[in-house]
């Protein structure tokens, strides 16, 4: 499988390069040549796999030239056995066709752990092979970094620096990356939001002088494809466990980068049976306005009570405006270009086809909490903040009741006290064991300006062999 740049100039790479490139050298993101295709007869034959078998049939082909057989479903059955349920996804269902899959039961609490945890396994094999060195550099609106901590603090072969809005990650996710000790672990807390702390790592990525030749970036944001890859597993899954492929489904999924719907949008094309993929905004909403009117524009970004997808520059929805555009990169490029520096809209036809993939909603914090509340007292079930908005939004945009609706629950409700206590209810959510003590340890994390250069004189000054 060879993988080419949504905006044409990179030169395409086979899987292992993708895996440590992240972004590509012409600023764009990788994505398959072209993508494999399940029959319904096959998709039907994986109905009853274990998690990490049916992952493994669903990512073979993007990995084959690179990992043995063997290997890759050795990764799998380690990455998926550190869940808390047998069924690694569960679901839960809240009324007559309409569910939500939790994606919370990792380790860190948030669906990241699907793709990062593999991420990290994936990166030391490699690593170990090539006898190579990288430093990680991430951004986090909350998730990502913890799951990024969690997955790859044991590899060998990495130092990690992870950049998070200061201040404006909940107190629990802050906690969940500073107090994880680790000579080769960095947190910074930049003053800024995650827009400015993923324009620097992508700016670093761009120009990585500053680590002097002697090592180069590896990604585990969502620009790396092998993030996207693991993360369309989990609608195979939730379509088997509910009579699918031979009846069709309808997902909901709260959406800030574009990564995780993304990923949905892909599962269909390689064959799943989707109706329905809805696109479920907060207040920051570009998404949402773009399919409304076809109007990219970016505003003033927003804090609101689900802080993860508190993000204006969706660094995925690039990979959907490459298929969009024929997959035309000096197009995307372009289009690209302009947009940073002011509204941009698309040929009529392609925004047409646009809204035939997608369906959007916006959830504000007084629907997010009333829907938080409302779920609670009907179904004695928590949700946490961006799940709810996913569960407003399928109920605003669904399309046909007989289909089944799926929200992704993207993360576990104790992750956000505040959101829940906001929402009136005086349930407190409670954090699994191995997080007991959470508020006990000790924290660790550097707070810079919002400052590229100081950022990067940081991360040249503290890797291991610098
Ligand atoms: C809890 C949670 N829900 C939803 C999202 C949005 O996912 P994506 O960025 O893939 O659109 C994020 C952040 O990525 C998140 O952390
Ligand atoms: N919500 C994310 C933001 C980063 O998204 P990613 O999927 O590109 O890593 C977070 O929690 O950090």
């Not at 078998?53 to 030239?65: N, S, T």
């Not at 555009?325 to 940073?340: I, S």
């Not at 609706?405 to 064991?433: C, N, R, W, Y």
């Amino acid at each position: 499988m060879r993988y080419i740049s949504t905006r044409g100039e990179a030169p395409a790479l086979g899987f292992e390069d993708v895996l440590l490139t992240g972004l590509a050298t012409d600023g764009g993101l990788y994505v398959p040549e072209s993508l494999p295709h399940f029959s319904v007869e096959e998709i039907r034959s994986w109905r009853g796999l274990p998690y990490a078998e049916l992952a493994y049939k669903v990512m073979y082909p993007f990995v084959e030239d690179a990992i043995p057989a063997d290997d890759f479903r050795k990764m799998l059955g380690e990455t998926y056995s550190v869940f808390s349920h047998q069924a690694v996804a569960p679901l839960v269902q809240l009324d007559t066709n309409e569910w939500v899959m939790e994606l919370f039961r990792g380790p860190t609490l948030a669906f990241k752990d699907f793709a990062l945890q593999l991420l990290g396994r994936l990166l030391d094999y490699v690593l170990e092979k090539r006898k190579q060195h990288v430093v990680i550099m991430g951004a986090t609106s909350g998730d990502t970094g913890s799951a990024a901590i969690e997955g790859c603090r044991r590899c060998e072969h990495v130092d990690i620096f992870i950049l998070h809005p200061y201040q404006r990650v909940s107190e629990v996710q802050r906690r969940q990356m500073t107090t994880v000790q680790g000579d080769n672990i960095h947190n910074i807390a930049v003053k800024g939001n995650f827009d400015d702390c993923q324009r620097m790592v992508k700016e670093s990525f761009g120009n990585q002088s500053f680590l002097g030749g002697k090592t180069q970036l590896a990604a585990v944001n969502s620009i790396n494809w092998a993030r996207i890859m693991a993360q369309i597993v989990y609608y195979f899954q939730a379509s088997l466990a509910l009579g699918g492929p031979d009846r069709s489904m309808a997902f909901s999924v709260p959406t800030g980068n574009f990564g995780d719907i993304f990923a949905g949008y892909l599962a269909k094309k390689m064959g799943l049976p989707i109706s329905q993929l809805v696109i479920a905004t907060n207040r920051n909403d570009i998404l949402h306005r773009f399919m409304s009117g076809n109007k990219y524009e970016q505003h003033q970004l927003e804090h609101t009570l689900s802080p993860s997808m508190d993000i204006m520059v969706s660094s995925n929805f690039e990979r959907l405006l490459f298929d969009l555009h024929g997959r035309d990169g000096a197009a995307v490029k372009d289009l690209l270009e302009r947009a940073a520096k002011g509204p941009v809209s698309i040929e009529d036809y392609r925004w047409k086809h646009a809204r035939k993939l997608f369906d959007s909603d916006a959830v504000d914090d007084k629907t997010t909490c009333d829907t938080i509340r409302d779920i609670y007292e009907k179904n004695e079930y928590l949700l946490d903040p961006h799940t709810a908005i996913g569960v407003r939004a399928a109920r605003n945009c669904r399309r046909d009741s007989t289909v089944p609706m799926i929200t992704l629950g993207t993360a576990h409700p104790a992750k956000f006290p505040d959101a829940i206590s906001e929402s009136g209810l005086v349930v407190k959510p409670q954090l699994p064991a191995h997080m007991a003590d959470l508020f006990e340890r000790e924290e660790r994390y550097t707070v810079l300006d919002n400052n590229v250069s100081e950022v990067q004189g940081f991360i040249a000054k503290h890797w291991k062999n610098a």
